[in-house]
Nanobody, 122 residues
């Protein structure tokens, strides 16, 4: 069982920055692929970026160069640093983990947090 708790969501203006955090309760987070996803009302949950078991990161095209995924030193916290935010980044952001599969497809993930809201105003 893996528990995930996100925090850090807020309302910011275009061009601003936020850092989202996800506290992970798991015995060894290196056993899991972990990622950030986002969802807006009426739309499917989409992958923002993931970090594989070996530390390799992959990002969705629209956030490349603006968003960065990282882990804390104890590897029990997952971060999403978001810079140069745009109104189209407005969404509920979720962190997720899975032991078996890794990628930007939300359907592959077993464990999910409750989400944190990011709102970017123009």
């Amino acid at each position: 069982q893996v528990d995930l708790v996100e925090s850090g969501g807020a309302s910011v203006q275009t061009g601003g920055s936020l850092r989202l955090s996800c506290e992970v309760s798991a015995s060894n987070t290196r056993r899991y692929c972990m990622g950030w996803f986002r969802q807006t009302p009426g739309n499917e949950r989409e992958g923002v970026g993931i970090i594989d078991k070996d530390g390799t990161t992959t990002y969705e095209d629209s956030v490349k160069g603006r968003f960065t995924i990282s882990k804390g030193d104890d590897e029990n916290t997952l971060y999403l640093q978001m810079n140069n935010l745009k109104p189209e980044d407005t969404a509920m952001y979720y962190c997720a983990a899975d032991q078996a599969r890794c990628g930007l497809s939300a359907q592959w993930y077993t464990y999910w947090g409750q989400g944190t809201q990011v709102t970017v105003s123009s």
